[in-house]
Nanobody, 120 residues
Framework: QVQLVESGGGLVQAGASLRLSCAASASIFSIKAMAWYRQAPGKQRELVANIITGGSTNYADSVKGRFTISRDNVKNSVFLQMNSLKPEDTAVYYC??????????????WGQGTQVTVSS
């Protein structure tokens, strides 16, 4: 069973930075794509950024220029560097990955979520 373990959330003031980390724990053959989503109270979960094999990235318009997604293929990890945080970035952030296990089973997996709160 693939588990995605997130860390790095917290409470910060507007303008501060945070770095989220997510590591996949299992016997993994490959990870096609990894992503960060977020869900604010009363809103739908939305894509923040994703990164696919080869390093291509995609960002939501609201975070372009402020957030940077990166991955460590050796450690099966993905990171989200968040700079110039705004109160509207407040949400639970979820890690997501498209994983092929060592048993060659492909699936989409989610982390448990980490809270990011930005005060004004």
């Amino acid at each position: 069973q693939v588990q995605l373990v997130e860390s790095g959330g917290g409470l910060v003031q507007a303008g501060a930075s945070l770095r989220l980390s997510c590591a996949a724990s299992a016997s993994i053959f490959s990870i096609k794509a990894m992503a960060w989503y977020r869900q604010a109270p009363g809103k739908q979960r939305e894509l923040v950024a994703n990164i696919i094999t080869g390093g291509s990235t995609n960002y939501a318009d609201s975070v372009k220029g402020r957030f940077t997604i990166s991955r460590d293929n050796v450690k099966n990890s993905v990171f989200l560097q968040m700079n110039s945080l705004k109160p509207e970035d407040t949400a639970v952030y979820y890690c997501n990955a498209v994983v092929t296990t060592s048993g060659l089973q492909r699936g989409i997996y989610w982390g448990q979520g980490t809270q990011v709160t930005v005060s004004s």
